[in-house]
């Protein structure tokens, strides 16, 4: 029989900045999204076993999100968010519109001097890549932009396929490794 490795990406909690529609700086999670978290925690949601890993993105709202669905998860780099350069803290309306729209419409460009789409589905596809060697179940705690790398990777499909992707906060994503292949389970 061929071993499967089981992943279960978990977007993290609401946060002030995903409420007022601005990029995200490290922020923490809101009222709401902490009441969000201990909700699936109360709800025993995950489908968590002694050896399942856990892992996290490196940011605060990530960290603080698996610490409420009671995970001792391992900070993990290749987890962050898409890293939205000079952008951090602002709103939509506070960026140059032209500039907008070519990240938008282009997934290689990053005018805010951060990071394009192209490049986080590049490492995403090098976490995945790292992942495949141990079968033990996967739990990570991380990003809507991350996730939707990761769906893009499994389908095979665009990056110019990403902003139509949409990931509820503390929603579940689940992917299956099996004979060199990702398939997408939704959860």
């Known amino acids: 029989m061929t071993e499967v490795l089981r992943l279960t990406l978990v977007s993290h909690a609401m946060t002030d900045a995903m409420a007022g529609v601005r990029f995200p700086a490290d922020e923490p999670l809101s009222d709401t999204g902490r009441r969000q978290a201990e909700t699936v925690r109360a709800m025993e949601a995950l489908d968590i076993n002694g050896d399942t890993r856990h892992f996290a993105g490196p940011e605060r709202r990530a960290r603080q999100t698996a610490r409420l669905l009671g995970l001792w998860a391992t900070t993990e780099p290749l987890l962050a968010d898409l890293d939205c350069g000079r952008w951090h803290g ?45 079968t033990s179940p996967i739990v990570a705690v991380t990003h809507p932009a991350v996730i939707r790398g990761a769906i893009l990777l499994a389908l095979e499909a665009p990056p110019k396929s990403f902003w139509r992707i949409d990931v509820a906060p503390v929603s579940r994503t689940g992917l299956h490794f099996r004979e060199g292949r990702w398939t997408l389970r939704l959860i």
């Open 90 to 134: 602002e709103t939509l309306a506070g960026v140059n519109s032209e500039e907008l729209r070519a990240w938008l419409t282009d997934p290689a460009a990053a005018p805010h001097g951060g990071e394009s789409i192209v490049d986080l589905i590049e490492r995403v596809a090098d976490w995945l890549k790292s992942l495949a060697a141990n």
